[in-house]
T-cell receptor, first 111, second 115 residues
Framework: DAKTTQPTSMDCAEGRAANLPCNHSTISGNEYVYWYRQIHSQGPQYIIHGLKNNETNEMASLIITEDRKSSTLILPHATLRDTAVYYCIVRLNNAGNMLTFGGGTRLMVKP | NAGVTQTPKFRVLKTGQSMTLLCAQDMNHEYMYWYRQDPGMGLRLIHYSVGEGTTAKGEVPDGYNVSRLKKQNFLLGLESAAPSQTSVYFC??????????????FGDGTRLSIL
């Protein structure tokens, strides 16, 4: 699986958009980009995933660059409850379906 | 919907004791996983199962055993607990991994301390 690089921490003002970057320069053609988050003391929560095209769901938007070497998770209107560690994960399309979690980005949403 | 349920939520053991952590899912998922998370670190895969009666090793399997006798349950066993196994343990499940883009659903974890 391709390795990902994320900033260790970020701050965001409540009500503003939170843009979390992820670099995955060694990604291969059949690897998906997944985003999970982990709120303190809870299990990881799936947010969104994509292959090539930008994706949007009720939680967030995922923007993947044309060369697929980086992506950005966008929380359009961050709330205090969005304070969490956000993990960007790149996965191979194989039967194992395992996730490899790195250090993630600690997002602090401030009033 | 219960989703993924882990029991117990907390446990304190003495070195050398044994115990079993239980994970149950009600989503009819084929795949199940056990991860551990140490302070300040991401999750690491211990063992996983691709179906009833099958198990496989993950990244950090030593000191643990697993069983998947029923599709909905995945058990993680510590035969002789060691302080290095103090951690938070997360269970997850997903639909068949043959189709890659199936997200994993996680339980809320078991906090295990070994003295």
């Amino acid at each position: 699986d391709a390795k990902t690089t994320q900033p260790t921490s970020m701050d965001c003002a409540e009500g503003r958009a939170a843009n979390l970057p992820c670099n995955h320069s060694t990604i291969s053609g059949n690897e998906y980009v997944y985003w999970y988050r982990q709120i303190h003391s809870q299990g990881p929560q799936y947010i969104i995933h994509g292959l090539k095209n930008n994706e949007t769901n009720e939680m967030a938007s995922l923007i993947i660059t044309e060369d697929r070497k980086s992506s950005t998770l966008i929380l359009p209107h961050a709330t205090l409850r969005d304070t969490a560690v956000y993990y960007c994960i790149v996965r191979l399309n194989n039967a194992g379906n395992m996730l490899t979690f790195g250090g993630g980005t600690r997002l602090m949403v401030k009033p | 919907n219960a989703g993924v349920t882990q029991t117990p939520k907390f446990r304190v053991l003495k070195t050398g004791q044994s115990m079993t952590l239980l994970c149950a899912q009600d989503m009819n998922h084929e795949y199940m996983y056990w991860y551990r998370q140490d302070p300040g670190m991401g999750l690491r895969l211990i063992h996983y199962s691709v179906g009833e009666g099958t198990t496989a090793k993950g990244e950090v399997p030593d000191g643990y055993n697993v069983s998947r006798l029923k599709k909905q349950n995945f058990l993680l066993g510590l035969e002789s607990a060691a302080p290095s196994q103090t951690s938070v343990y997360f269970c997850a499940s997903s639909y068949s991994g043959i189709v890659a883009n199936q997200p994993q659903h996680f339980g809320d974890g078991t906090r295990l301390s070994i003295l």
